[in-house]
């Protein structure tokens, strides 16, 4: 699943009659990235959520087959859920198994074909933390020495916005506005929140300013 689905604020006036994943960055939207290096690894069938301007998500994607990929879209009208609301609208789509999310506004290298042969095991959740960037100093998460994720540490890291969660994470919980922190503090409380510490290239792509630096980057590749 592809959680796009913000409004995209920080981001304005570039947001104001574009929603935040297509923002064009290298030739191609920011979302189309993502799911090009997916689609690489074998994740084809792939749901996106939307909410502001999200039919101009669906006009500029389709089906996603030009891209290799299946696509389901999961719309959730002019006002969005919240990352945990927007998983639950789409768990119908979703099915039975542990799934993949990534935030639609991020660009990293990381290798994903790494969590197509993940086992969660007991945990409900995995999570990919990256060193705080220096918009972010003070970190989500922390982890241990056996992979568990800590709500409190010596060291925090960043939540990337990459994670696998098992449809038991959401269970009971009704479709609505809800935050996906709670949820994840509660598994964690419970020790069944698994983590991987990720040090390649990873950026939050929420300002114009690290729009305009991933396209110097991908422009010199």
Same mark, same amino acid.
């Given at each position: 699943m592809l959680? %796009?689905? +913000? !409004? +995209?604020? !920080?981001? &304005?006036? #570039?947001? @104001? %009659?574009l929603?935040?994943?297509? /923002?064009?960055?290298?030739g191609k939207a920011l979302i189309e990235h993502t799911i090009v290096q997916l689609v690489s690894v074998g994740f084809t069938e792939i749901v996106i959520n939307h909410a502001y301007l999200g039919h101009l998500i669906a006009q500029y994607l389709g089906d996603g087959r030009a891209l290799g990929a299946h696509i389901c879209y999961s719309p959730e009208g002019e006002r969005a859920l919240e990352t945990a609301g927007g998983i639950i609208n789409a768990l119908p789509l979703l099915g039975d198994q542990p799934f993949l999310v990534v935030n639609s506004d991020i660009a990293t290298d990381f290798p994903? %074909?790494? #969590? !197509?042969?993940?086992? /969660? @095991? @007991?945990?409900?959740?995995h999570l990919i933390l990256v060193t705080n960037p220096d918009h972010h100093p003070h970190g989500d998460f922390?982890?241990?020495s056996h992979q568990r994720?800590?709500?409190?540490g010596a060291v925090k890291l960043t939540f990337s916005g990459i994670g696998v969660?098992?449809?038991e994470l959401f269970s009971g919980i009704p479709v609505g506005i809800h935050k996906l922190a709670?949820? #994840? /503090?509660?598994?964690? %409380?419970?020790e &069944?929140?698994? +983590?991987t510490h990720y040090q390649g290239f990873w950026s939050d792509i929420g300002t114009p300013e690290r729009l305009q630096a991933l396209e110097i980057k991908l422009s010199l590749k």
């Open positions: 959680l %796009a689905a +913000g !409004r +995209g604020e !920080r981001m &304005r006036p #570039l947001t @104001d %009659a929603p935040k994943p297509l /923002l064009p960055v290298a994903f %074909a790494k #969590l !197509r042969k993940l086992k /969660l @095991d @007991d945990a409900l959740a922390a982890l241990n994720v800590l709500s409190a969660y098992h449809p709670p949820l #994840l /503090l509660k598994a964690i %409380a419970q &069944r929140v698994s +983590g």
